[in-house]
């Protein structure tokens, strides 16, 4: 069993940054997708950004030349790290795992139904 633990989220004025880290902890094979979720209230959790174990990287048409995911095998650790933010960045952000997937497109990457294992989330507020 894998655990995912995130951590870095908080409250931004429009502008700001924020680091997200989502920790795993357990045995992880040597093909996976990981990556970031949000669901704001009232509304379903979309995909963010995906990072595979080759290093390729998927991202919300959303975020895109704002947010950047990158992984530290060594830690055993991912990042999102989110510039620019806007109001509408404001959710709650989970990181999810699945096995594979690698030879998925984007979009399917991007699906939270493709993912196994997820993390309780951290909040990020940012305001006008």
């Known amino acids: 069993q894998v655990q995912l633990v995130e951590s870095g989220g908080g409250s931004v004025q429009a502008g700001g940054s924020l680091r997200l880290s989502c920790a795993a902890f357990?045995?992880?094979?040597?093909?996976?997708?990981m990556g970031w979720f949000r669901q704001a209230p009232g509304k379903e959790r979309e995909g963010v950004a995906i990072?595979?174990?080759?290093?390729?990287?998927s991202y919300a048409d959303s975020v895109k030349g704002r947010f950047t995911i990158s992984q530290d095998h060594a830690k055993n650790t991912l990042y999102l790290q989110m510039n620019s933010l806007k109001p509408e960045d404001t959710a709650m952000y989970s990181c999810?795992?699945?096995?594979?997937?690698?030879?998925?497109?984007?979009?399917?990457?991007?699906?939270?139904?493709?993912?196994?294992?997820w993390g309780q989330g951290t909040q990020v507020t940012v305001s006008s």
């Open positions: 357990g045995y992880i094979t040597s093909s996976y997708c």
């Open positions: 990072i595979d174990s080759d290093g390729s990287t």
């Open positions: 999810a795992l699945r096995y594979g997937g690698n030879s998925y497109p984007a979009w399917r990457k991007l699906m939270r139904t493709e993912y196994n294992y």
